[in-house]
C-alpha cells in the first residue's frame, strides 16, 4: 500500500530515539505533510464520490486506501510530537538551569555593595521596584489627561473673580 519513501518516512518515525531536537523538527514537518497529503486527497475525492453515488459509505470505501495512508501519518505524527514535546522540555529546561547558573555566578563576582543593596538587613531580597511601562497608548492618555486638566484651569481663570 505504501511506496519505498512513505515506508522510509514511518521507519524514521519509529526510530525516534537517535534523532535531536532539530532533526525532529524536520521529521515532524515532514510527516506533517503525508498526513496532510492523504487527508485532503480522501476528502476531496470522497466528497465527489458522494455526489455521484449518492451515498458516503460507497464513497468511504472507494477511497480507503487514501483513508487508511492518511490515518497511518496521523499516528505518526502523533509519535513524533510526543517525542518533539518533550526534547523541547528538556532543552528548555537545560536552558534554564544554564542561565541560573550563570546568573549565579555573575553575581557572585560581582561587588559587594551591589549585593547588599539587594537584600534587607535580615537577608531577604527587597521587593523590586515595578517598571514604568511607557506604550504609544498610556502616553496618549497622559496627554488626553494634561490638556483636559489645562483646559479645565483655563475655564476657571476665565472666570470673574468676586
Do not use: C, I, W
Not at 506533517?32 to 449518492?54: F, G, I, W
Not at 522540555?89 to 555573575?106: I, N, T, V
Not at 537584600?119 to 496627554?143: H, I, L, M, Y
Not at 484651569?153 to 470673574?160: E, G, K, N, S, Y
Request: avoid cysteine; aromatic fraction near 2%; proline fraction near 4%.
Amino acid at each position: 500500500m505504501l511506496n519505498d519513501t512513505e515506508r522510509a518516512l514511518l521507519r524514521e518515525a519509529d526510530d525516534l530515539d537517535r534523532l535531536d531536537e532539530d532533526e525532529l523538527v524536520a521529521l515532524h514537518d515532514r510527516v506533517r505533510r503525508a498526513r496532510n497529503k492523504y487527508s485532503k486527497l480522501y476528502r476531496r475525492r470522497a466528497s465527489a464520490q458522494v455526489s455521484a453515488d449518492a451515498s458516503r459509505a460507497r464513497a468511504h470505501v472507494a477511497h480507503a486506501r487514501a483513508a487508511a495512508k492518511a490515518e497511518l501519518f496521523e499516528d505518526a505524527l502523533a509519535r513524533v510530537s510526543r517525542r518533539l514535546a518533550a526534547e523541547a522540555k528538556a532543552a528548555a529546561a537545560a536552558l534554564k538551569q544554564e542561565r541560573l547558573s550563570a546568573a549565579r555566578q555573575s553575581s557572585a563576582v560581582g561587588p559587594p555593595s551591589s549585593r547588599a543593596r539587594a537584600t534587607r538587613s535580615d537577608g531577604a531580597a527587597r521587593p523590586q521596584a515595578k517598571p514604568s511601562t511607557r506604550t504609544p497608548a498610556t502616553e496618549k492618555v497622559r496627554a488626553s489627561n494634561k490638556a483636559a486638566t489645562q483646559r479645565k484651569q483655563a475655564a476657571r481663570d476665565q472666570r470673574p473673580r468676586g
